[in-house]
């Protein structure tokens, strides 16, 4: 089992920026690839960003959020981040981090196993 911990999220204005922390524990070695999904009310889960766990340099992006939110991981501390520039308030919503454990298309919830709680991040205009 891998458990994962959000922290990071909150209340900013628009065009500013935050930073998103999700810590990995357990089985982490099980771990082939994690994500960032966000949620809005009303909405579906989305994929926002993803990076393979074990492959160096390997990351992928929503349109959405090209050229503005940054993923990144620190393997020796099992953890990843989100780092979020020139927010817009569409972007709030619950961000959701996880991870999973085969080789599978990054941009679907189905293929995470692994779920972190949530943090909400809010855009104010």
């Known amino acids: 089992q891998v458990q994962l911990v959000e922290s990071g999220g909150g209340l900013v204005q628009s065009g500013g920026s935050l930073r998103l922390s999700c810590a990995a524990s357990g089985r982490t070695s099980s771990i082939y690839g994690m994500g960032w999904f966000r949620q809005a009310p009303g909405k579906e889960r989305e994929f926002v960003a993803g990076?393979?766990?074990?492959?160096?340099?390997?990351?992928y992006y929503a349109d959405s959020v090209k050229g503005r939110f940054t993923i990144s991981r620190d393997n020796a501390k099992n953890m990843m981040y989100l780092q979020m520039n020139s927010l817009k308030p569409e972007d709030t919503a619950v961000y959701y981090c996880?991870?999973?454990?085969?080789?599978?298309?990054?941009?679907?919830?189905?293929?995470?196993?692994?779920w972190g709680q949530g943090t909400q991040v809010t855009v104010s205009s």
């Open positions: 996880a991870a999973r454990k085969y080789y599978s298309a990054v941009y679907y919830y189905n293929n995470y196993d692994y």
């Open positions: 990076i393979d766990w074990k492959i160096v340099g390997d990351t």
